[in-house]
């Protein structure tokens, strides 16, 4: 087979599986990552503050702020 025949095969069997994916299980994916919208964030537990002292959430309701979290293993 040529190269540009079995990169072609690669790209249309993924839109295959991705569109047979979406089609037999239509609200698995929406299901997850909108089931917690309106919901009140979970409080954050840590023994571990960088650049800064404790934080509940009572102190940063009104402000815009980012959570960076990461993982080693």
Do not use: C
């Amino acid at each position: 087979m040529k190269p540009a025949f079995l990169s072609l095969f690669w790209i249309l069997g993924i839109l295959a599986f991705s569109l047979a994916t979406f089609l037999f299980f239509p609200g698995q994916a929406r299901v997850s990552a909108y089931s917690e919208l309106g919901q009140k964030a979970p409080p954050i537990h840590s023994d571990l503050w960088l650049n800064s002292e404790p934080l509940d959430w009572s102190s940063l309701r009104g402000k815009v702020i980012l959570v960076d979290m990461w993982t080693f293993g």
